[in-house]
């Protein structure tokens, strides 16, 4: 398998990216390290945030504990779902994520409710948790996003765009190439390659972007949970379109529409009714 990444450009020549790095003969793939880096940032930015606005941190280092094993579960979850006939006659291969296969929504899904029931029991507020650890997951989520670089999955289709990427065939997927690109693919020194659009960057720019706005604005608040809101509103934004790129989009059985842009746009919709209501309200009673 050749291991070349380009962004030809911007002038980005990356002659061999590997996936994974061996440890006493054991092989550990980059998706897992960077997910785990992912993860470990977004808790210190929600302990952070928690020291910032007066809440005890160590709250936030238990409800890790739990947010973060039931989100990697909810996030496979979400994704062997839709992916069904990838798993149905290899069962045991829906434990092996070290290839990838986990859905952001599905973890997030899968967030909220730990959240929830840990603020229950803990007698906490669970939209102020929600705002206070959203920091971290759109942290988490921007940096997560390189798993995919190193995996060669999540791209998008052919472009030939500033920041088109150039990946070689028999590195990727046969699925997730689709007919555009075998029309404009390129064969140099007997290497094929396609060109495709690099959504795994798109979107952790995005996340960038939406973590900068929520810090910024989080001081400006008018209630609990805003701030989350915000994020599922902004991140929905975005992956609403990025997902129309993607060309291994999970879809709903029998319609065949991409589960995650749907999701996305309803996610829309429905935090910014809230906001605006909750901000009415708010203003009304101040």
Known sequence: ??????????????????????????????????????????????????????????DYYDLAIYAVIFAIIGARIYYVVFSWDMYKDQLLSIFNIRQGGLAIYGGVIAAVITVIIFARIKKLSAPLLMDTAGLGLVAGQMIGRWGNFFNREAFGEYTDGLLAMRLPVDAVRGSDITKMMREHMETVEGVSYIQVHPTFLYESLWCLLILVLLLVYRRHKKFNGEVFLLYLAGYGFGRFWIERLRTDQLLLPGIGFPVSQLLAGVLVVVSVGLIIYKRRKARYFD
């Open 1 to 58: 398998m050749h291991t070349s990444i380009e962004f030809p450009n911007i002038g980005i020549h990356l002659e061999s990216v590997g996936n994974h790095i061996s440890v006493f003969g054991f092989d550990i793939a980059y998706y897992g390290i960077i997910i785990g880096f992912g993860i470990l940032a977004g808790i210190l930015i929600a302990v952070l945030e928690a020291k910032w606005t007066g809440q005890n941190p160590e």
